[in-house]
C-alpha cells in the first residue's frame, strides 16, 4: 500500500502496427508477470514538465521506455532492441523505434475527476510503498489497445508535435512513427503548425494491402510491409485510493484519499 493509496493496478497490452526546478519523483515497483517471472519498472514523474516516464526492461533485454506528456497530450512508446546473434547482429549493439500518438482521454464521472485513463504526475510524485522489496500483481487486466502507425515524421522535425517526442525519441533510428489521432494534440490545433506537420509527415499508403514483412524474404526487404509488435506493460497504478463514508443522511459516498 503506498502513502496516498493506491485502489487498483492494470496491466496494460499494446498492440502495435507498424508501417515500416523541476518537482521530480521515482518510484521502483517489482512486478510478477502472468509467467511468475519478476521484473521491475521504475516510474519518474515531473510536476513541472507534466510528464510520467515508465522504463521496463523486459527478460530479453528489451527496453520498454513508456512516456506520457499530459500537457501536450501525447504518449510515446521507444522500444531499445539488442542485436540477434542469430541473424548475424552484434548482441552488444542495440537499436530503438519510436512511436507516437495521442494520450487516451476518459469522460471523467462523479467520483472520479481525473480526465486522463492514466495517473497524472501530480499525483504519481505523491506515490510511496513502505516495503520496496514487495512483488506486486496486477489486479486488472485491461486487455488488448491496437494502434496503426500509417505515418512517420523526421525526430529532427518532430518537436512539432511536442519537444517530449524530439527529446525522448533522439537517436531512435530517423523517423518517429504516428498514428492518425496524433493530428489532435493541443498543439496542432493551430491552422499553421497543423500546416507545418502536413509539409513533412510522411505518409504510408495502402496499409491494409501490404504484405507482412515475416512473408517478405531478404532480398525484397526494402519494400513496404507490416510489422506487428506487441507491447505489455505488466503493472500500472490507475487510481488513488477512494474511502468509504456515510453522509448525514445516512448514504454510502466515497472520496479521495489525501
Known amino acids: 500500500m503506498t502513502k496516498s493509496g493506491i485502489s487498483n493496478y492494470f496491466i496494460r497490452v499494446i498492440g502495435i502496427?507498424?508501417?515500416?526546478?523541476s518537482t521530480n519523483a521515482q518510484l521502483s515497483i517489482n512486478v510478477r508477470l502472468k509467467e511468475h517471472d519478476v521484473v521491475r519498472e521504475t516510474f519518474a514523474s515531473n510536476i513541472t514538465d507534466g510528464t510520467v516516464i515508465l522504463n521496463l526492461k523486459k527478460l530479453d533485454g528489451t527496453l520498454i521506455t513508456h512516456i506520457q506528456n499530459f500537457f501536450d497530450e501525447v504518449q510515446i512508446i521507444k522500444m531499445t532492441v539488442l542485436g540477434s546473434e542469430y541473424v548475424g547482429e552484434d548482441s552488444d549493439v542495440s537499436y530503438s523505434v519510436c512511436f507516437a500518438f495521442k494520450l487516451p482521454v476518459k469522460k471523467p464521472n462523479e467520483i472520479?475527476?481525473?480526465?486522463?485513463?492514466?495517473?497524472?504526475?501530480e499525483a504519481m510524485v505523491k506515490l510511496r510503498q513502505k516495503n520496496p522489496s514487495v512483488i506486486r500483481v496486477a489486479e486488472e487486466d485491461k486487455?488488448?489497445?491496437?494502434?496503426v502507425f500509417n505515418s512517420a515524421i523526421d525526430i529532427t522535425k518532430s518537436s512539432i508535435i511536442s519537444?517530449?517526442?524530439?527529446?525522448?525519441?533522439?537517436?531512435s533510428g530517423e523517423v518517429v512513427y504516428l498514428t492518425e489521432d496524433v493530428k489532435d494534440v493541443p498543439s496542432l490545433k493551430d491552422a499553421e503548425k497543423a500546416s507545418q506537420l502536413d509539409?513533412?509527415?510522411q505518409t504510408i499508403p495502402d496499409i491494409q494491402s501490404s504484405p507482412y514483412c515475416s512473408l517478405i524474404d531478404s532480398e525484397n526487404f526494402q519494400q513496404p510491409c507490416l510489422c506487428h509488435l506487441r507491447v505489455c506493460i505488466p503493472w500500472y497504478p490507475c487510481g488513488l485510493k477512494f474511502c468509504q463514508t456515510t453522509d448525514n443522511k445516512g448514504k454510502q459516498t466515497q472520496y479521495r484519499r489525501k
Open 17 to 21: 502496427h507498424l508501417l515500416i526546478s
Open 199 to 201: 509539409d513533412v509527415v
Open 143 to 147: 486487455g488488448v489497445f491496437h494502434a
Open 163 to 171: 519537444q517530449s517526442v524530439y527529446h525522448n525519441c533522439r537517436g
Open 112 to 121: 472520479d475527476e481525473e480526465t486522463y485513463e492514466y495517473v497524472g504526475p
